[in-house]
Each structure stands twice: as structure tokens, then as C-alpha cells.
């Protein structure tokens, strides 16, 4: 009986063809794995704007836990057409700094407070927030100052009545100052918010949120496009339906000024706010 015998060239093929197979297995199992964590366990988010200041800053980033809230169509990245509703669905709580798609359009993710549960009526009276009748307690704090950076500019709102906006620390740095205040909700969780003065949205009609909503705001008050202006892209986003919300924002992993530059490693560290890493939500 004849022995077929494997020339070293085809052995070397062959082994060649084995490890790259292995490496396509490999890369495919880890793609698919970051895409399971991405969409059911935890995904990062930057903040783009200042409508969470003080809490978030431009150029904050953060984890964001999925599992808290059950999942949707909108927990996959690319948020395919699907059933509506919700997977495993718990109820948020208020206080929670949710992500979430924004209405109408349901294409941008949003980061806002969660204010007002189904059946909450929710009011802002003279820049005090309202909940069910009652004043949520608004108590003033020392100034907000953030140094003026290239991603954190000194957004106010012009003819306001609060003397605050663009001034410069004892080292002659730019700064910029606004009134802060802490606001603490009937299940006591307490946070702080940032009031420019009298502007049309410090006060509004009654909102009641409707079954399967819920009601979001931002903490910078008078810079926030949120469910106090109805659901125009752009300008507000209405009342938010559970379907949409993504996740819950958990803790801060990096936050930069945005003054650095790729070639330049060094200037990583010096763009870095240390002081901002690590904290929580709670």
C-alpha cells in the first residue's frame, strides 16, 4: 500500500492557513464579546455639551450601565427598527442621570436628569422647580468657576439679571462664574444645579407626565434643551418614553480640557482633570 507523504511546502501552507484561521476566530470573538458588553452590560459616553454642567463638563467621559433599566430596540449601537417596548424593564428613580435616544427623531443620544416619574406633575415657578404641588428646596451655594478652556467656553444668557459670565481668578487665569444652588428631591437625593437668572424657562405650565414617560431637565438650567420645550429636533425633546432610555450613567473615567494634541504626548497630561475622575452619581 502507498504512503502519501506531505511535502514540507504544503505542511507550511497548511500551518500558515491554521494560524490565520486562528486569528479571524480570535478577533471575531473578541468583536463579538465587546459588542455583547456594549449592548447589554456597559458602554462609554463623552459629553459634548454644557447643558449637565456643573456635574459634566465638555470633554468628561463616562461609563454608562445598561442593565438598570431592562433593555429595548435602542440598546444594540446602531438602534435597528424592532418591537417597541421594553426587555426586563425596572423603573428609574429620580435623581438618576440617564442616557437616553431623544425625541422626536430618536437618532442622538441625550444625557439629562431624570426629574419626573408617570403621573408626576412637574412645574418651574421663578426658577424654583415645583413636584407635585410642592417646591423642591433649592438652597444657594458658593459659585460654580471652571476655568475657560478650548472645549469649555463661558456660555450665558445674555440680559440676564445674575452679574455672572467671563472673569479671571487671583493667578489671572480666565474664568468663568455662575450662581450655584442644591436642590434635593422628596426621595432625598440631592444635587446641584446652576441658575443664570430670570429667563422664559424658570417658568412653565404643568406638566403631567404621562404613563410610560418620563420628564427630563438638565442641571445648567437656562442652557438646556430639555422636556420643557416639546419635542422639535434641536430645541427640546418632550416627554421621553421609557423605550428610550438606554442606560444609567455610573461614574467618570477620563475627563480632558481639550487642549491637547495627538503628536504631542505631553500635552495629554496637561489638557487632564484629574480632580474629575472616579466619581460617581450617587
Known amino acids: 500500500m502507498a504512503t502519501t507523504l506531505s511535502t514540507p511546502a504544503k505542511s507550511a501552507r497548511r500551518r500558515s492557513s491554521e494560524g490565520w484561521g486562528g486569528v479571524v ?5 473578541v468583536a463579538l464579546m465587546g459588542l455583547a458588553l456594549r449592548s447589554f452590560v456597559i458602554m462609554p459616553r463623552s459629553i459634548p455639551s454644557e447643558s449637565m454642567m456643573p456635574r459634566l463638563l465638555v470633554g468628561d467621559y463616562l461609563m454608562v450601565a445598561k442593565w438598570p433599566y431592562g433593555f429595548s430596540r435602542f440598546s444594540l449601537p446602531w438602534a435597528p427598527p424592532g418591537p417597541h417596548g421594553r426587555l426586563l424593564g425596572f423603573t428609574p428613580q429620580r435623581g438618576d442621570v440617564v442616557v437616553f435616544r431623544a425625541p422626536p427623531d430618536d437618532k442622538s443620544d441625550y ?21 407635585n404641588g410642592k417646591a423642591v428646596p433649592k438652597v444657594r451655594e458658593s459659585d460654580f468657576i471652571i476655568p475657560i478652556a478650548p472645549n469649555t467656553e463661558c456660555s450665558t444668557i445674555a440680559n440676564v439679571e445674575t452679574p455672572y459670565g467671563p472673569g479671571a481668578n487671583f493667578e489671572g487665569k480666565e474664568t468663568c462664574r455662575f450662581a450655584r444652588y442644591r436642590e434635593t428631591l422628596p426621595d432625598g437625593i440631592s444635587y446641584d444645579v446652576l441658575d443664570q437668572g430670570d429667563t422664559p424657562q424658570d417658568d412653565t405650565p404643568v406638566f ?74 450617587r
Open 25 to 29: 476566530r480570535f478577533v471575531l470573538s
Open 111 to 131: 444625557i439629562k436628569r431624570l426629574i419626573g416619574l408617570p403621573g408626576d406633575r412637574i412645574q418651574m415657578k421663578g426658577g424654583v422647580l415645583w413636584l
Open 208 to 281: 403631567t407626565v404621562p404613563a410610560g414617560h418620563y420628564f427630563m431637565m438638565g442641571d445648567n438650567r437656562d442652557m438646556s434643551a430639555d422636556s420643557r420645550f416639546p419635542a422639535i429636533p434641536g430645541q427640546g425633546i418632550g416627554f421621553v418614553p421609557a423605550e428610550n432610555l438606554e442606560g444609567r450613567a455610573l461614574f467618570t473615567i477620563w475627563s480632558t480640557d481639550g487642549s491637547s494634541h495627538w503628536l504631542n504626548p505631553a500635552s495629554w497630561w496637561h489638557a487632564l482633570r484629574p480632580g474629575r475622575i472616579g466619581h460617581g452619581f
